[in-house]
């Protein structure tokens, strides 16, 4: 089967009582067992079968079968948010006196993990210039847990070569870690350029118009044991597996990712290149622009598209909260890839805490404004935008 049939006809792993079309939603904390050899085997692992919800659930289970069966990872792990995937994948890899290698050009939160929560356990974190493979090459030693990276900056919009990176991890037989939240699994295989574990926030395209928080890791089995410490180590301990109602959404929402994020990416690509007629707007970014420095590695990695997030600069920080508070159509608020478009001022609200000092060595301006493209016509959003503008 081709992967948008995959999408919609992946199997139940067992057959529902009722025949029912979609995966009922199991709400249910406990699962019982038929003797005492079944329920042992169950809880040691030796047979992947629920025996309770913390830890595995029919309705999660079927939304990571369907993930595996798309990307044709080894294991998919489901979890509560985006961050309960990044957190447990590095609270499963690294260790007090390790280090992390990775980009000031992070998501916010993940730079709070690495630095203030990390930072607390003993974990040390090198920020480096990872489109610099030289100087990443210097910083991996001995004690580097993995390297770690988001495959399209935000709000910079960099992308780093991730086989000349997967070059140095493997030398160190060390993991590739990438956040590829902003292409979707459906339009390219991360697995293919060499990343070792993807993490993705499935709550932006994958939800399928905001419904519900979450967040997969998919682990391409290159590191045998870190699918294992992952199951019967983090879900056991620390606790995000993924509810069953948000697999549910979730679910649905993977039926038709592919084709929104066709019509979505399209749209970015349309606007973006509207944008650039306007003089009010002092750049676009967006790695789908034939002009932007990133563009063909982009096209190299990602193949065709790029994402349905651009950024534009405006002359000051005045005139993008203006700008922002013109707008009609386009909605004021964080999230990306919902099926509505979003306008946000990253400097003053999820860099807001940020001192100056870190806001300049992360690259974040305050005359930035980042755009997340949804399903609407392309020219109310140009007529939003100008208005707005004027
Ligand atoms: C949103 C986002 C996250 C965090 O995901 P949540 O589901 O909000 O926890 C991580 N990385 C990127 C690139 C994101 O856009």
């Known amino acids: 089967m081709k992967q948008q049939t995959k999408a919609i006809h992946s199997k139940f792993p067992s057959k529902d009582a009722y025949g029912s079309l979609s995966m009922p939603v199991y709400h249910t904390a406990a ?24 830890v595995m ?7 990571e079968q369907k993930v595996r069966d798309i990307t044709g990872a080894k294991d998919v792990i489901a ?8 957190s447990n994948t590095f609270l499963a890899l690294t260790s007090t006196g390790k280090n992390i290698v990775t980009s000031r050009h992070l998501f916010g939160n993940t730079f709070g993990l690495l630095v203030n929560t990390l930072g607390r356990f003993g974990v040390e974190t090198r920020f480096t210039d990872l489109t610099n493979i030289e100087e ?5 030693d001995d004690n580097t847990c993995c390297v770690y990276l988001e495959i399209i900056t935000n709000p910079q919009m960099e992308v780093a070569n991730l086989k000349a990176l997967s070059e140095i991890t493997k030398a160190h037989n060390i993991p590739l870690v990438a956040d590829t939240t902003i292409i979707p699994f459906t339009a390219f295989n991360a697995s293919n350029q060499g990343v070792d574990i993807e993490i993705v926030s499935s709550t932006k395209y994958l939800s399928g118009g905001a419904t519900s928080l979450g967040g997969l890791i998919i682990d391409y089995g290159n590191f045998p044991e870190f699918n294992r410490r992952i199951r019967f180590e983090m879900l056991f301990n620390i606790g995000a597996y993924m509810t069953p109602h948000a697999a549910y959404m979730q679910t649905l929402g993977l039926e038709t990712l592919s084709v929104r994020y066709a019509v979505q990416s399209k749209n970015a690509l349309e606007l973006a290149r509207k944008l650039k007629t306007l003089p009010a ?28 997030m651009l950024t534009i600069d405006l002359e000051s920080e005045e005139a993008c909260k203006k700008f922002i508070n013109s707008l009609k159509l386009i909605k004021r608020a964080t999230n990306l890839f919902d099926n509505k478009s979003l306008a946000i001022h990253p400097s003053s609200t999820i860099f807001g805490p940020f001192s100056d000092k870190q806001k300049a060595e992360m690259d974040i301006l305050d005359t930035t404004i980042r755009l997340s493209i949804g399903l ?8 939003d935008i100008k208005r707005s503008l004027s």
């Open 57 to 63: 659930n029919p309705t999660v289970m079927f939304l």
């Open 31 to 54: 699962y019982e067992f038929d003797d005492a050899d079944s329920m042992s085997d169950a809880f040691c692992g030796r047979v992947l079968v629920p025996d309770y919800s913390r």
């Open 79 to 86: 979890l509560t948010s985006g961050m309960a995937a990044i």
């Open 281 to 308: 707007i002092k750049r676009v970014n967006y790695v789908g622009l034939e002009d932007n420095p990133y563009h063909e590695i982009a096209c190299q990695q990602f193949g065709e598209t790029a994402g349905a």
């Open 136 to 140: 990443v090459k210097k910083l991996v």
């Open 376 to 383: 609407e016509d392309v020219d109310d959003l140009f007529d």
